[in-house]
């Protein structure tokens, strides 16, 4: 016998049975024991957690942080032990960084798992046994009944009234109802009503079914399949710092060689002299503070993240999400509330009510032409609303420290029970009257309450308005119970075709006086007709808004859903995925119809539609991977185990925290605590941010260095002493880089940086839009410096090391409010708006002003005091950085706008 069997769906349950070799009694106990040793246990195969070293481990694979180690051997072979161990300190920092941050990521992780089912219901040698659920094996009969976990992809053998929640794994967002006949091979796995599924759950009903796949042989296994199969890669971000990092070792290294081979060939230096000074030059031009400031840019994204219930796994997916030109978006849960809601109710004759509020907190207004009405006024309205309350078996929970509403039973009837609480009506005022109830039934269609009143007895139905319009024979009025005429047969079944086409679950609400006191089925007939509601699984409040706002940044939002397309399109709509609620043409595919479709077709298709319905994982997957091969950087959300692959796949998952499974969770680099799609848009803005704060912070390094190396040459090329010594090169290092880059890191976004398009997939953090910055800074740094260095060689090599020192340094203090952002004005965002650069900036200047002013400091670097008139006259010649950078950013904003 085989592990599994192939669609079982298009077999009788009887069929199934004999090619698993067993019986509607159940397996042996002793046959189930050899069955578990051959096929093992009914388990998935768990991602091994990555241990603690491995993590630590991690932390040091990559570009920037090699660098630091050659640099830290270069200057312990030197002789430098101080710079040794500052840069031996700032690996260790860095790598405690990342550490710290994905470890706590993880830990939430683990804190926002749940158990998942344990036992099982089976049926061995004929008797019913509740056993470990990991113990089940293929044939075994399951029994099944109201809230049961189902463990095992099983076909029904005998059922009544079963309704199961199957949204983590199809993105059906309503119960679906269950049936024994057989379907064609060809039928969806959401069609396929004579299966359950493992991972899902039993709403209501009883059931037996017989075991078809176990483990990894589970519609769930093979999405954990799939899952292995997709490779990690090197995150967006990773590969960017690794071309950061070389581009500065590029400069660096070419700075010191150059330095030295000018220096020594031509300038006929003493080669320890100029071989100290090149050495110094290198570790100076090597940004040693850079892989910790990195890691800060991505620790205070990551934790202004969390703050808006954000949680991040992937360290650096920080900034991949402000990069991403794509978001694909499961619908149940993620841009809906997962919560049905009664948004309308119908009595034949008038104009329709429409009812305010959300999910299952009870309370709303009716609502007709925008106008407040009172339900106790209409006597029509309140019968409706009697029956949706009395007919019906769920049950709303009040949680009154979280001031919230939990749903226990069938979502249908949890809505028309907020219903009809928000009309003033509550089932635990007539529970007393209940003589008999009948659940729903896929069959009939309809379920019914048998309600004790004062002077007879009332049969109380709601069902299918197609069924319940077909055994009326009577329309409630003001003015009483009258014929059901053929016009408003008509006018019925238009509003029933108007609130399908708009994606409403619709249920009809009806009665009739009865006689007896237990419910006959074949006996619901001639009812009078009371109205209808219409329901639906709404989208969130802020959802529209959010997908507005992708919009407007440049991020496409596509609906990857399991669910039916006249669902989607109609939740597209009021999110704004489709923006034109009257466009022509195709709006939404399923995959039924991508499979018709050649590969460019399919391509066409996917760029030019937003909305794609009952898709499988590999669907999903596959549309995931093409947006890919044209370039997109994509991320994709979703709660579902049928999101994994695509959130594994994509370049950042990003998972739900409360409704999602775990498999969805560790499929994923974010997740969000609130569940909120909105989340994502405060997500991709702080994304944005950390790319620009780590741009402008390289930007920093990079002008710091390249100007430092450009001083030394000119002035040894024009026969000039050398104008720095090693130790004040590291000294000045230490002023203007040593805590400036990390106040950088700091800094927020202003306002405009979800108005722009997303950067390029492959646009490095160094690129050329940054060049006419660095060369405008660097000319007029290096061209002061060299001037005050010849301005004070009149007087003495040591006064002009000072005076150059200082403006090197005022220069590059000037400029870190420059780069506090590339495209406006300091003074448009607050000159002193950022509190950790004001500090930064004020520390660097006492440590400028000790090391110049101080006689034991100025001994040991060989510098001279000046006149605090020069000191003054030295800063404000420094300033002018900070006014070219204005006048460049501002001749930027008016002819390249």
């Not at 074949?522 to 959010?546: C, H, Q, W, Y």
């Not at 989607?568 to 399923?590: P, R």
């Not at 108005?755 to 490095?764: A, D, R």
Request: hydrophobic share 45%.
């Amino acid at each position: 016998m085989a592990k599994t069997i192939e669609n079982p769906h298009m077999l009788s349950a009887k069929e199934v049975a004999n090619e698993l070799d067993s019986n509607y009694d159940g397996l042996s106990n002793k046959e189930a024991k050899e069955r578990l040793k051959i096929y093992g246990p009914n388990e998935l195969p768990e991602s091994k957690s990555i241990s603690l070293f491995l993590l630590l481990l991690k932390q040091f694979k990559n570009w920037l942080v090699v660098i630091l180690i050659v640099a830290a051997a270069i200057s312990w072979l030197t002789g430098h032990l101080v710079d040794t161990w500052v840069i031996i300190i700032v690996i260790i920092i860095n790598a405690g960084i990342g550490f710290s941050q994905e470890y706590r990521a993880e830990k939430a992780i683990t804190s926002l798992k749940k158990l998942i089912v344990k036992t099982a219901k089976v049926l061995r040698d004929g008797e019913l046994f509740t056993i470990p659920s990991s113990q089940l094996v293929l044939g075994d009969v399951i029994v099944l009944e109201d809230g049961d976990s189902i463990s095992a992809d099983a076909r029904i053998i005998q059922s009544k009234n079963l309704r199961t929640i199957e949204a983590s794994l199809t993105g059906e967002s309503l119960p679906v109802a269950k049936r024994k006949v057989k379907y064609p091979k060809e039928t969806p796995m959401a069609d396929q009503k004579n299966m359950v599924w493992k991972g899902t759950f039993v709403a209501r009903g009883y059931a037996k079914a017989i075991v078809t796949g176990t483990g990894i042989n589970t519609a769930i296994g093979s999405i954990s399949e799939t899952l292995s199969h997709i490779e990690d890669t090197r995150t967006s971000f990773n590969k960017k710092t690794d071309v950061l990092a070389k581009q500065m070792s590029i400069i660096a290294i070419s700075s010191a060689v150059l330095m030295f081979l000018v220096g020594y060939f031509y300038r006929d230096f003493e080669i320890e002299e100029i071989l100290l000074t090149s050495i110094a030059l290198l570790v100076a031009a090597i940004p040693e503070g850079l892989p910790a400031v990195i890691s800060i840019v991505l620790a205070i994204g990551a934790h202004r993240m969390a703050k808006k219930n954000a949680i991040v796994r992937e360290f650096t997916a920080t900034e991949t999400l402000g990069a991403v030109t794509a978001i694909l978006t499961d619908k149940t849960g993620t841009l809906t509330q997962n919560s049905l809601t009664s948004r309308k109710v119908f009595l034949p004759g008038e104009t329709d009510y429409t009812v305010t509020g959300e999910g299952w907190f009870p309370v709303g207004n009716f609502m007709k032409e925008n106008t407040i009405i009172d339900s106790k006024q209409n006597s029509v309205l309140q019968k409706l609303l009697k029956i949706a309350a009395i007919s019906n078996n769920s049950e709303l929970r009040h949680d009154k420290e979280a001031n919230i509403y939990e749903l226990i039973g069938d979502p249908t009837e949890g809505a028309l029970s907020v219903l009809a609480r928000k009309g003033g009506i509550q089932a635990k005022d007539f529970q007393k009257q209940k003589i008999d109830d009948l659940p729903f039934d896929s069959n009939t269609k309809l379920r019914a309450t048998l309600l004790k009143e004062k002077n007879h007895q009332e049969l109380h139905v709601t069902g299918a308005p197609e069924k319940l319009l077909k055994i009326s024979s009577s329309v409630l009025t003001p003015h009483g119970e009258l014929k059901l005429t053929k016009k408003q047969k008509i006018e019925i079944q238009g509003k029933i075709s108007e609130w399908t086409n708009q994606a409403m679950r619709v249920i009809a609400i009806a009665y009739k006086k009865q006689g007896g006191e237990k419910i006959d089925v074949k006996a619901i007939d001639n009812l009078v007709f009371v109205g209808m509601v219409g329901m639906i699984d709404p989208p969130r409040t802020d959802s529209k808004e959010a997908v507005e706002k992708c919009n407007q940044a440049g991020i496409r939002v596509i609906m990857v859903t399991g669910d039916h397309v006249n669902t989607a399109v109609a939740i597209s709509k009021e999110s704004s995925i489709i923006k034109d609620k009257n466009q022509s043409g195709v709006m939404a595919l399923t995959e039924q119809q991508l499979l018709q479709l050649d590969e460019n077709e399919f391509d066409d298709a996917i760029r030019n539609i937003s909305v794609f319905a009952r898709l499988t994982p590999t669907m999903k997957l596959k549309i995931a991977e093409r947006l890919q091969a044209m370039g997109h950087l994509i991320a994709m959300t979703g709660d579902g185990v049928n999101d994994a692959p695509a959130l594994k796949k994509a370049d950042v998952g990003i998972s739900m925290g409360i409704m999602g499974t775990d498999v969805a969770r560790d499929s994923s680099d974010l997740i969000l605590a609130d569940d909120n799609f909105a989340t994502v848009v405060n997500a991709v803005e702080q994304g944005r941010i950390v790319f620009a704060n780590s741009r402008q912070t390289s930007f920093f390094l990079v002008t710091t260095n390249i100007a430092e190396s450009l001083t030394l040459l000119v002035s040894i090329i024009l026969g000039l002493p050398l104008p720095l010594t090693a130790t004040q090169i590291l000294w000045l290092n230490l002023v203007t880089d040593g805590v400036t880059d990390i106040a950088l890191a700091t800094e927020r976004g202003h306002g405009e940086i979800m108005k722009t398009k997303p950067m390029l997939k492959n646009e490095n953090i160094l690129n050329r839009d940054v060049l006419p910055f660095l060369f405008i800074n660097v000319l007029l740094m290096v061209g002061l410096s060299l001037a005050t260095f010849f301005y004070y060689m009149d007087d003495n090599v040591e006064k002009a090391r000072t005076g150059l020192f200082i403006v090197m340094a005022f220069t590059q203090l000037f400029n870190v409010f420059n780069l506090r952002s590339i495209n406006k004005s300091i003074f448009a965002i607050g000159l002193f708006s950022n509190r950790y650069i004001n500090l930064a900036v004020g520390i660097s200047i006492l440590l400028l002003i000790f090391v110049t002013e101080v006689p034991f400091l100025t001994s040991i670097f060989h510098f001279q005091s000046l006149q605090l008139v020069d000191f003054m006259v030295l800063f404000l010649l420094s300033s002018s950085v900070l006014w070219a950078g204005e006048m460049y950013k501002s001749y930027r904003k008016k002819y390249q706008s």
